[in-house]
């Protein structure tokens, strides 16, 4: 009887159908690659707060980037859906921090759950753990968390995949999900890179495109060496009309750095593609902040002004963000997504201003009460904190 009041209300429904039958596919493949030791005891949350992990191995792509899998302390990792990352807590040079990484590998195993870090410049979290963590070294982490997934009720069939640099790891575990699963769903998806040597998994994605008619790919290198002949330019209006015609169609999912994920947005929407139609990642904090629009011109970024949190007095800089300044001091404050999203690094703004980079998800009572998320907030002068 249940099911058939379902089936009646999926019925009304517009996607109604496909949902049904996303929903038999999902029933089928479940559960069969799960391993007996990472299946949660009843007594066991399904989704705790702190993760003990061990690395496993790491393996070096040779394209400035490594694999590190991680396995479980104590023998669980907790389901997660491709898409989403885990935030890694790491402890360098006396400092406590901890930075989001998309989980790259596919939730149809829970054996091990890996994350593909790439160099940057100037980095500090990735320089630490492509230059010291080696198998056996041990860190915490939470989640898996994040919105940047699938989902079948909201979400078009047919994807549209627009990833740079290593903002391709998200794009693959949804990858390899739908590709083995047999998931009924048609994937376009373009992956923007400086030069070929610096596309992650491109040999694993070419194959996947050779392999299944309903996954194509295309990597678009911005500054190719001669003999290139594959794609060049940027993922723009011009190269997506022609090779995702039917974008129209398509959900778009947008991961890299900050100037790609804009430029990519503003491409969407020049072509008519509504918001609600397009799914962002932002890869954290931008670097050049100073560059966000109405960041406030007399600032530089590097002034240092003073946050005072209860007795306690800390050095921050204007072109770093509270967070930032308040791990530096010792200061533990709860984080997640570092990128505005999930709440959990909000503290009370006292006195003082602050300068608030997009992307925040506040709510109405935070805004009302004078909270902000200090992942995403930058002294503008001294300030005073309530943690
Ligand atoms: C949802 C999400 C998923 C992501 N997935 C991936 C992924 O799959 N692969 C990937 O490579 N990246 C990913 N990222 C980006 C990743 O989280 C890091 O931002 C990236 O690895 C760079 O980290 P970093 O610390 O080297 O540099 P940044 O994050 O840019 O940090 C540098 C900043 O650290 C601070 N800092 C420097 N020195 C110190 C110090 N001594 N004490 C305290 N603070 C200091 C300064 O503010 C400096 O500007 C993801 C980000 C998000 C939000
Ligand atoms: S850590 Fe998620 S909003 Fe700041």
Redesign the pocket.
């Given at each position: 009887m249940a099911k058939n009041i379902r089936e009646t209300l999926l019925g009304t429904l517009e996607h109604g159908q496909e949902i049904m039958e996303n929903i038999r596919v999902m029933r089928a493949v479940s559960g069969d690659k799960i391993p007996t030791s990472s299946v949660a005891k009843p007594s066991e949350a399904i989704h705790r707060r702190e993760l003990k992990l061990v690395v496993q191995s790491v393996m070096d792509t040779g394209r400035q980037?490594k694999i590190f899998r991680f396995v479980s302390e104590d023998g669980y990792l907790p389901p997660f859906e491709a898409g989403q990352?885990i935030n890694l807590f790491t402890q360098?040079?006396g400092?406590r921090?901890s930075?989001?990484?998309?989980i790259?590998s596919s939730p149809r195993q829970r054996a091990y759950y890996e994350?593909?870090?790439?160099r940057?410049k100037?980095?500090?979290?990735?320089?630490y753990l492509l230059d010291q963590v080696k198998a056996g070294d041990r860190f915490t982490a939470n989640g898996p968390a994040?919105v940047?997934r699938y989902q079948p009720v909201f979400h078009s069939k047919k994807s549209l995949f627009l990833a740079g640099g290593?903002g391709i790891?998200p794009m693959l575990s949804m990858t390899r999900e739908i590709l083995e699963a047999g998931l009924d769903r048609d994937v376009v998806l373009l992956y923007g890179c400086r030069s070929p040597e610096a596309a992650l998994y491109h040999e694993e994605l070419t194959a996947y495109a050779a392999a299944f008619p309903n996954f194509r790919y295309h990597l678009v290198v911005s500054d190719p060496v001669e003999g290139w002949d594959g794609e060049k330019g940027f993922l723009d209006e011009t190269l997506i009309r022609r090779l995702a015609p039917d974008f129209a169609e398509r959900t778009s999912y947008i991961c890299g750095p900050q100037v790609m994920n804009d430029f990519c947005k503003s491409a969407l929407e020049a072509m008519g593609v509504p918001e609600k139609k397009i799914r962002r990642?932002?890869?954290?904090?931008r670097?050049d902040i100073q560059n966000e629009p109405g960041w406030p011109k007399e600032l530089t970024g590097d002034e240092v002004f003073t946050i005072t949190v209860g007795e306690r007095k800390l050095p921050a800089k204007s072109g770093?963000?509270v967070l930032?300044a308040l791990?530096?001091a010792g200061v533990r404050v709860n984080v997640c997504?570092?990128?505005g999203e999930c709440s959990l690094c909000r503290v009370r703004l006292v006195s003082g201003d602050v300068f608030l980079a997009r992307g925040m998800l506040r709510r109405y009572a935070d805004e009302k009460y004078g909270y902000i998320h200090s992942c995403k907030a930058y002294p503008m002068g001294d300030i005073e904190i309530m943690l």
């Open positions: 980037a990352y360098i040079g400092v921090t930075r989001p990484y998309s790259s994350i593909t870090v790439a940057t100037d980095g500090f979290v990735s320089d994040g940047f290593s790891t990642e932002m890869f954290g904090a670097r770093e963000s930032t791990e530096r997504c570092r990128s």
